[in-house]
């Protein structure tokens, strides 16, 4: 895994793709691309890296609570792959934001990251208000030695490849869809907390999953997944529900709850590891809890197709 690193302990000098890249979709990834791919004309070995803010900006300056695609973490290791030596998180604070375009560029990546390339999308803005665009970088740069590289935005069909439209997708449910822009499976991850037995009462055990609350998730429903624990390779099928308890208990706070399919394993305080794979239906309340476990049996049928169509292993139910 690549490290994570604040400016003062960076790697120098560097080759910045900067910007938030939350999903680390098709643009991001061309975005990154321009930074790690070498330039002959370049005096000196650089870095490349990764720059971005944390927190997001307008969590400091609007109090917004912003759900993140991919937490740091999850973001080290997608990033080692495309060729990222390291994350640099830029602390975002009120004194940065007053900060004008050319102090920006000069105090934080000329300065402290040494930066040799910077690579940006389109729509980048930066300093005091955003006033700063990608003709101020170019401009800012040119002057400092850097060389600024401006990649167009991705489109696909009528609309652009953005993490705005991947969470679109995530909060109707469409996994898929969310998945096809981004290239790659949506995930999440969480420890295994205990639970108060509700589930194995139904003879429906689940995992309880403590997930980070800064980690956006999908629609409230229930879905085929797949699940792992750390340092383990072997999927397992899955069923999740995400959302309340509305027949249990519905005063009961949103949970993520796994039942693993096929499988019969003590999972308290392991990290599992959930990729949904389906949306198979909304939450609703049932008028007993016979006809809730009856549903969820159908759940637990639909989701083991989808399972094993995925690549989960199918394996005979453990004995009473």
Known sequence: MIPLHDPSHALRPTAIALGSFDGLHRGHRRVITAVTEPQPAEQESVVPT??????????????????????????LELLGPLGIKQLVLVPFSRELAALTP????????????????????????????????????????AALGIDVRVLPMLWDGAERVSSSRIRRALAAGD?????????????????????????RQLGWPTANLAVDGRKFLPLEGVYAALAWRDGEEETMAAV???????????????????????????????QLTVQPLRLLRQQQAF??????????????????????????????????
């Open 102 to 141: 050319e102090p920006f560029v000069r105090e934080v990546l000329a300065d402290r990251l040494q930066a040799r390339r910077i690579a940006v999308g389109t729509n980048f803005r930066f300093g005091v208000n955003r006033s700063g665009d990608v003709d101020d970088l170019a401009r800012i740069g």
């Open 240 to 270: 999740m529900n995400l959302g309340p308890q509305p027949t249990v208990d519905p005063l009961a706070p949103s949970a993520v709850e796994v039942h693993l399919l096929e499988r019969s394993l003590e999972l308290a305080g392991a």
């Open 175 to 199: 996994i898929q869809e969310a998945g096809r822009l981004m290239e790659r499976p949506y995930r999440f991850r969480g420890q295994v907390v205990r639970g108060r037995g509700l589930g």
């Open 50 to 75: 990764v720059v971005s803010f944390w927190p997001h900006p307008r969590e400091v300056l609007h109090g917004e609570t912003r759900l993140r695609l991919d937490l740091p973490e999850e973001k």
């Open 287 to 320: 008028e007993s809890l016979e006809a809730l476990s009856r549903q969820i049996r159908l759940d637990a049928d639909l989701a083991l197709e989808d399972c094993h169509t995925h690549g989960a292993p199918s394996s005979s139910p453990p004995p009473d």
